[in-house]
């Protein structure tokens, strides 16, 4: 029997940072009873073109609407300037080099990525950046930066994105719970640890007496 989770999100997906506690307490209770959890970045915007003024305001509204449901810290002063281009494809494969160079460490880098945006207004879109924090969480600097760049990183992110698209999950966070291939939907979106905790609790149970 194998059984794991599938963490399909984006770093730069504002419910996915409101979802974050609930996702490293899940994590957490999946790897307690020996369940791992493949991180899966699933692409929000790729290729975007600079932000406009209706658009920013839109997405601003909506990350006070996340703050305000999730309790999770945004710095607003100074958030998407002028000229900022919305691109996740950077940040997604920032997480899919470090998934393939040493998954263990995506944890970590996917925290500092996400704080970095949402509490410290750092542009996330940028290699510089992204070598920069990938270091902090302990990747070799010079090793990550050339990995990042190479084709097979590209076309991993891409394969990443292709597969959320052909299951048809169409909105982040989701949250899957695999056993023996077959695949059970535990979220689709937000929901409070209190809601999740049982229902993960329970797939854990039957898939241990599987």
Not at 26 to 47: F, K, Y
Not at 104 to 111: E, K, R, Y
């Amino acid at each position: 029997m194998t059984a794991r989770l599938l963490y399909v999100m984006d770093p730069m997906c504002s419910w996915c940072w409101g979802f974050a506690p609930v996702a490293e307490a899940l994590i957490a209770q999946a790897r307690d009873a020996g369940v791992p959890t493949r991180l899966v970045p699933g692409g929000l915007r790729s290729g975007s073109s600079a932000l406009d003024a209706s658009t920013r305001k839109y997405i601003l509204e909506h990350w006070q609407a996340v703050a305000d449901a999730t309790g999770q810290a945004f710095r607003f002063d100074g958030a998407l300037p002028d000229g900022f281009v919305y691109d996740t494809e950077p940040a997604c494969r920032a997480l899919v080099t470090a998934r393939e160079l040493h998954a263990d460490g995506v944890w970590p880098l996917l925290a500092l990525i996400q704080r970095a945006f949402y509490e410290r207004c750092v542009d996330v879109t940028t290699a510089p950046q992204l070598v920069e924090l990938a270091e902090q969480a302990g990747y070799d600097r010079a090793v990550f930066a050339e990995a990042f760049t190479r084709a097979d990183s590209r076309a991993a992110t891409a394969a990443d994105f292709n597969w959320v698209q052909d299951l048809g999950i169409a909105g982040f966070p989701t949250l899957l719970a695999e056993r023996n291939g077959q695949l059970a939907l535990l979220t689709n979106g937000y929901q409070p640890l209190e809601r999740l905790q049982p229902l993960l609790g329970r797939w854990l149970q039957q898939a241990a007496c599987a």
